[in-house]
């Protein structure tokens, strides 16, 4: 057990609290296993009809995994960074395939493991703190937890996007995106969360839906209506090359903004991610855990730019990375290469 994710019996529903504040709940191997432990009984539970997650304090729903850890793991050379994804992925299987609503009320913070413990649920109920993200490039890493799986079933090249630059969007424009299904104010997420506890709550998610539109607003206006156009036109390139040769004949500045904030990410990461998505786009979601787990592994036995990431962002904090020199072709496709039988992911 651990005090980091607070998990109870609320009514008709499965309530799940991520309870680290300090650390924007940022996701630990103890808090994956005691949601897989509890998804895992649910699922089977007739009396629990949703499943209803959030996160402690008002900045963060949950800001990503503790990268720190993994870095460590990997000059280490031990499994912890292994073990850790494999049951991250695994979580994030079950909620992809859980058969009752999974409602995460993402206001907050919501970023890399953020993103995989709640897009892949059948309801994620943004609020005006939204900030949702994947920001792996800026460290090294890849769009992990499902990435490569929901990023490429986005409307046009949104997810190629996201995936490359880590866009960060805010409510609106998640709610644009299809990333958040439902907006509901800050000021009443209180009330929704009592209400999803104390009434009737059907499995088929009808007085859900009901709950949502009565506690629901006005999300605002999207900024991708004026961006989409040239979202599309440069990253539908094949390569990220290519990408940034759109990007700056377009001359705009937007996509001057986007090529800058391109050519700050790690060039191995960038062609890793194309890759990832470019393939994701045509597996099942099973197969791109899978994938994902090869990739991550790889992250820390290949070149150094993942330790570079987490020094520049997390330790040393001058967000002044310096990357290696982009990965060749062979390179890249060795990333995607089977683990060992002992290594490559099994499920719940």
Same mark, same amino acid.
């Given at each position: ?54 996160? &402690? ?78 920001? &792996? ?195 890249? &496709? ?15």
């Amino acid at each position: 057990m651990t005090d980091d994710v607070i998990i109870r019996r609320a009514g008709d529903v499965g309530r799940i609290t991520l309870n680290r504040p300090k650390a924007l709940n940022a996701l630990n191997q103890d808090m994956v296993e005691a949601m897989i432990a509890a998804l895992t009984e649910w699922r089977d539970d007739d009396a629990v009809a949703a499943v209803v997650v959030d996160g &402690e304090g008002e900045k963060g729903f949950c800001a990503g995994g503790d990268i720190k850890v993994l870095a460590d793991s990997g000059r280490a050379g031990d499994d912890r960074a292994w073990r850790f994804w494999r049951d991250e992925y695994r979580l994030n299987t079950l909620i992809k395939e859980f058969s009752k609503p999974y409602i995460a009320l993402i206001d907050g913070v919501t970023m890399g493991g953020g993103v995989g413990i709640s897009v892949h649920g059948s309801h994620r109920v943004a609020g005006d703190r939204t900030l949702f993200a994947m920001p &792996e490039t800026g460290i090294g890493f890849h769009p992990d937890v499902g990435g490569a799986f929901f990023l490429p079933r986005l409307a046009g090249e949104l997810g190629m996007w996201m995936g490359l630059t880590g866009a960060r969007l805010k409510t609106a424009d998640s709610i644009a995106a299809g990333v958040a299904t439902h907006y509901v104010p800050s000021e009443r997420m209180d009330e929704l969360i009592d209400a999803l506890e104390t009434d009737r709550i059907d499995p088929e998610g009808e007085r859900i839906e009901a709950l949502l539109e009565g506690f629901g607003g006005d999300a605002g206006s999207s900024d991708l209506a004026h961006t989409r156009g040239l979202i599309d036109a440069a990253f539908s390139g094949e390569t990220v090359e290519t990408i940034l040769e759109r990007l700056d004949e377009a001359g705009d500045a937007w996509s001057t903004k986007q090529a800058a904030t391109l050519r700050k990410k790690s060039p191995t990461s960038c062609r890793i991610t194309l890759e990832a998505l470019r393939r994701g786009a045509d597996l099942d979601f099973r197969e791109v855990m899978a994938q994902d787990l090869r990739v991550s592994i790889r992250c820390l036995a290949e070149g150094s730019d993942f330790y570079e990431g987490v020094r520049a962002v997390v330790v040393d904090k001058d967000n002044e990375p310096h990357w290696g020199a982009a990965a060749s072709d062979a390179q890249i &496709e060795a990333y995607f290469a089977p683990l060992d039988a002992d290594h490559e992911m099994t499920f719940v």
